[in-house]
């Protein structure tokens, strides 16, 4: 199957900063998402983002289909950014998720 | 607003018990998935149904069956339930492939 490979695995910031996270994936893809995973659990859909360049207030993402990657970028964090970020994408039958990107940003 | 709800949130099991996990969603979506998230696994699909009457599997299946008797449900069933299945159950939904999918809250499922 197709892997989802992220980058980095950790990632510790001061508020304030900003980051870029990574998703690199195998083989085309019809769909890609990102989630945020915050500390209760909860998956919340960033980006629906196949292709091109999107962006939502402080985050955005491109997708860069023909080279098989994604970055997702954050401005100006903030403590509430904290948790994990997923990758997910589907190239047949079900969305299939990389390990994810923990961050945590401190005050 | 349309969602997509999972019950119960918590639960705690003993080895050997059938236990069922309910999803329902309000979107009238076709697709709808369930997957486990353990440490160090990420999330990984256990079933996922295209439509009413139509379940396949996913990566790890073994040990779990669902059934997709409406557009509204897909309940997951634990046959008999092992320690190997605690972990964190997400449902999914979306309105066909390669379209956007949203998860459910998440039910956290303890097997003794």
């Known amino acids: 199957g197709i892997q989802v490979e992220q980058s980095p695995p950790d990632l510790i910031l001061q508020e304030g900063a900003n980051s870029t996270l990574r998703c690199n994936f195998s083989?085309?893809?019809?769909?890609l998402q990102w989630f945020h995973q915050n500390p209760w659990g909860q998956l919340i859909n960033l980006f629906y983002?196949?292709?091109g360049t999107k962006q939502n207030g402080r985050l955005s993402a491109t997708t860069v289909a023909t080279e098989r990657y994604s970055l997702l970028y954050i401005s100006s964090s903030q403590t509430t950014d904290s948790g994990v970020y997923f990758c997910?994408?589907?190239?047949?039958?079900?969305?299939?998720f990389g390990k994810g990107t923990s961050l945590l940003v401190t005050p | 607003d349309a969602e997509i709800t999972q019950s119960p949130r918590h639960k705690i099991t003993e080895t050997g018990r059938q236990v069922t996990l309910a999803c329902h969603q309000t979107?009238?979506?076709?697709?709808m998935f369930w997957y486990r998230q353990d440490l160090g696994h990420g999330l990984r699909l256990i079933h996922y149904?295209?439509?009413?009457?139509?379940?396949n599997k996913g990566e790890v299946s073994d040990g779990y069956s669902v059934s997709r008797s409406n557009t509204e449900d897909l309940p997951l069933t634990l046959e008999s339930a092992a320690s190997s299945q605690t972990s964190v159950y997400f449902c999914?939904?979306?309105?066909?492939?390669?379209?956007?999918?949203?998860f459910g809250q998440g039910t956290r499922l303890t097997v003794v």
């Open positions: 999914a939904s979306s309105e066909q492939m390669n379209t956007e999918a949203f």
């Open positions: 083989d085309s893809v019809n769909n």
């Open positions: 983002i196949p292709s």
């Open positions: 997910a994408v589907e190239s047949g039958y079900a969305l299939n």
């Open positions: 979107w009238n979506h076709n697709n």
């Open positions: 149904s295209y439509g009413v009457q139509d379940t």
